[in-house]
């Protein structure tokens, strides 16, 4: 993954549409820093190479 | 109540007191305490005093009322109680229909003679370290009233080690039942996940969701677990296998077993006082070998994710219509968590499955891995940041730094209560077995009890 950074702000407003998903302006500093946590947190797996077969954990038994 | 559940079921058995003896004294004891440390949300007088007094009667006409009889209990309020609304540490979800009829859990122990006494007080929705709740106040810690009681089963901690109940219920998604174990003092077991029952509880992140007992002693969490054990169809995720008693084997010892500590991730990343810890246990123990765990790092962060986006799922419409009545810390965890892309978790799931591999293979040469569970003693009330390797942190997601590798491949754990030389507060080890050995880490957790390595005392609380 890139370490590019990116404006969480945007992507808030962007996002908070998409979803229809009102933000308050006082929210929304709040919900940047967790959103550039988990930019952060998530690199590190996001890394990592997977083969295409890697089976996801859950399996559904009908 | 001085007295664990071993004691009082034991007391009550052999007719040396009564049961509702023992559930009256916890109601005077959380009539002292509950003021200055507010663990619980709901106390069920009436109902109590009524099922005491039919385990008397039970006992009084010779009959067996149970392994665990007059033992007063108390559950994290994410559990259903008939005729009231679940909170989930909610202010949201006072408004909800009251529940229809008990949790399993919670039937499956009164089954057994012991008596639910009420609901405790948790970090909203489950989404907490650190045992704060905006709207019912923070769970304190009896060890020192102006520290955190750790989450999110904060008053879980909080009631068990003042004494107000010698058991209680909690949850645990990333380490929520070890983490308030560590820093309140207590034996706490999180099961193998689809070990117990989740049905009739509310839940936060249904892939990582798991509940567990907390207790002052080993053998308190082995006969609640053994209670508390079996399949259930009406959770999806409980597993049909069989679930052994593990009171047999409880006194077993170490024979046999090998025991190593975890390294890498888990040897750093946390303050003296964690890895003081495991050395203390890993010494009595004879556990010189240190093995690596590859993957914890990533492990974490796919469980972190993993949690932002089911989370926020569950909550979606809630955050709509009912965000102003968040507590805030969670609230703004939640919004964020619904804007994780889809490729992430996916990807996050998948890691879960490779990280199990891993793991496997690490439990092919050990049976027993020691880690810390927190990093650190529990932290003061308010406080927000932790200093981890001289870098200043949020202190709410990283309390479950350790914890959150495990729980996320649902490996069973013992978090046992050790007390460093000269410390006034305690911190807590994990001991980690393989999938389906709740046996292996009781045995180990008694054996240290047994040798003196680590206990839960009662708090000395001073009343409000």
């Known amino acids: ?62 | 109540m001085s007295k664990t559940a071993s004691e009082i079921a034991s007391a009550v058995r052999s007719g040396k007191t009564t049961a509702r003896a023992q559930v009256q004294e916890a109601l005077q004891r959380i009539e002292e305490l509950n003021p200055a440390l507010n663990a619980f949300t709901d106390v069920l007088t009436t109902r109590a005093l009524q099922r005491a007094d039919n385990i008397d009667l039970c006992i009084a006409a010779d009959s067996d009322p149970g392994p665990l009889a007059g033992v007063p209990f108390a559950v994290k309020n994410l559990f259903d109680i008939e005729g009231f609304p679940t909170l989930a540490g909610s202010k949201i979800n006072n408004a909800h229909t009251p529940a229809t009829k008990d949790a399993t859990l919670i039937a499956r122990l009164e089954a057994t003679g012991a008596i639910l006494i009420g609901g405790l007080n948790m970090g909203e929705y489950a989404y907490d370290f650190t045992g704060e709740n905006r709207h019912y106040g923070p769970s304190r810690n009896p060890h020192a009233p102006n520290h955190m009681s750790g989450g999110s089963s904060g008053g879980s901690g909080t009631a068990v080690a003042s004494g107000m109940v010698p058991l209680s219920l909690g949850s645990d998604t990333n380490g929520s039942i070890r983490v308030p174990s560590s820093l309140c003092g207590l034996f706490g077991l999180k099961p193998t996940y689809g070990r117990l029952s989740r049905n009739g509880t509310f839940p936060f992140v249904a892939s990582l969701d798991h509940l567990g007992p907390m207790a002052r002693s080993t053998l308190d969490l082995a006969l609640a677990y053994d209670a508390m054990r079996g399949h259930d169809v009406e959770d999806p995720a409980a597993s049909a296998k069989e679930a052994p008693a593990t009171l047999p084997l409880l006194n077993k010892g170490l024979d046999g077993l090998r025991i190593k500590r975890a390294g890498g991730y888990f040897s750093s990343g946390g303050h003296a006082e964690a890895f003081a810890a495991v050395d203390h246990v890993a010494k009595h123990l004879n556990a010189l070998a240190t093995i690596e765990i590859s993957g914890a790092k990533e492990a974490r962060s796919a469980a972190y994710i993993i949690t932002m986006a089911e989370g926020a799922a569950l909550h979606l419409d809630r955050l709509r219509i009912h965000h102003a009545d968040f507590d805030p810390d969670v609230r703004d965890r939640l919004i964020a968590g619904a804007m994780i892309p889809g490729a992430w978790v996916a990807k996050a799931q998948k890691c879960r499955r490779v990280f199990h591999t891993e793991m496997m293979k690490v439990f092919d040469s050990c049976d027993v891995i020691l880690a810390p569970a927190t990093p650190c003693f529990a932290p003061k009330i308010g406080q927000t940041t932790i200093v981890i390797d001289g870098q200043e942190l949020p202190l709410r997601p990283n309390m479950g730094l350790f914890t959150q590798p495990i729980s996320f491949i649902g490996l069973p754990v013992v978090s046992v209560p050790v007390w460093l030389p000269g410390e006034k507060l305690p911190i807590g080890v994990q001991i980690i077995s393989a999938p389906w050995r709740e046996d292996i880490a009781l045995r180990v957790s008694a054996w240290l009890e047994n040798a003196g390595a680590v206990s839960a005392p009662i708090a000395k609380v001073e009343s409000a």
């Open chain 1, 1 to 62: 993954m890139s370490e590019t950074p990116f404006d969480a702000d945007l992507m808030i407003t962007v996002m908070s549409a998409f979803l229809d998903l009102p933000i308050q302006p006082e929210y929304r500093q709040g919900v940047a820093s967790h959103l550039l946590a988990s930019h952060r947190i998530a690199k590190s797996f996001l890394d990592l190479a997977l083969d295409d077969e890697a089976e996801p954990a859950p399996v559904f038994t009908p």
